[in-house]
T-cell receptor
Framework: GESVGLHLPTLSVQEGDNSIINCAYS??????FIWYKQESGKGPQFIID?????DKRQGQRVTVLLNKTVKHLSLQIAATQPGDSAVYFC????????????????FGQGTILTVHP | NAGVMQNPRHLVRRRGQEARLRCSPM?????VYWYRQLPEEGLKFMVY????????ESGMPKERFSAEFPKEGPSILRIQQVVRGDSAAYFC?????????????FGSGTQLSVL
């Protein structure tokens, strides 16, 4: 029978490979997107963000791509290292919702990244 | 420069007891947010506070949950008469300003277990 419960998507890569983690967001009005890394027993750690007037932004070893047409966000990690192993969350915000929308992030389900040495 | 500090890291309560979770924001930050994370799920917004004010509590359950951020001292998330469904990780975040694209910095969370 079918199991009940949530199972996070997983991605396993070899050390040194490039990783691509995908996220489909829900609100077409969202205009600010963030990727967070969460290691076991810790809080989310900011990785990189992007506004909706951009389609690509690069950081150190990481790149975020935004496709507003299909409401898709991706995080690319170059030369993945064992220390990159964690759960990665995308989060979205609609800063134009007015009122108190800032800081009210909507998180995705998360993807487990495992890097094998 | 200490980050967002939460305590306790782990809290065990029996059904019907009260849970008090504390959060000290980063130095200089006056905006505090509480989020809840159930196993294998993303974080869900609960409440946004500034000093002495609750600004947005749209994510808070209507009963048993309350939050405060006094003029002095940490922000407190209080859960009265806890039930097993309250078991989760509770994260606090803070920001320097309040506005679009303002970065949130998260603490390490409090893992609440209700027996």
């Amino acid at each position: 029978g079918e199991s009940v419960g949530l199972h996070l998507p997983t991605l396993s890569v070899q050390e040194g490979d490039n990783s691509i983690i995908n996220c489909a967001y829900s609100n077409s009005a969202s205009d600010y997107f963030i990727w967070y890394k969460q290691e076991s027993g810790k809080g989310p750690q900011f990785i990189i963000d992007i506004r909706s007037n951009m389609d690509k932004r690069q950081g150190q070893r990481v790149t975020v791509l935004l496709n507003k047409t299909v409401k898709h966000l991706s995080l690319q990690i170059a030369a993945t290292q064992p220390g990159d192993s964690a759960v990665y969350f995308c989060a979205e915000n609609n800063s134009n919702a007015g009122g108190t929308s800032y800081g009210k992030l909507t998180f995705g389900q998360g993807t487990i990244l495992t890097v094998h040495p | 420069n200490a980050g967002v500090m939460q305590n306790p890291r782990h809290l065990v309560r029996r059904r019907g007891q009260e849970a008090r979770l504390r959060c000290s924001p980063m130095k200089g930050h006056s905006h505090v947010y509480w989020y809840r994370q159930l196993p294998e799920e993303g974080l869900k917004f609960m409440v946004y506070l500034q000093k002495e004010n609750i600004i947005d509590e749209s994510g808070m359950p209507k009963e048993r949950f309350s939050a405060e951020f006094p003029k002095e001292g940490p922000s407190i998330l209080r859960i009265q008469q806890v039930v097993r469904g309250d078991s989760a990780a509770y994260f606090c975040a803070s920001s320097l300003q309040y506005g679009p694209n303002e970065k949130l910095f998260f603490g390490s969370g409090t893992q609440l277990s209700v027996l």
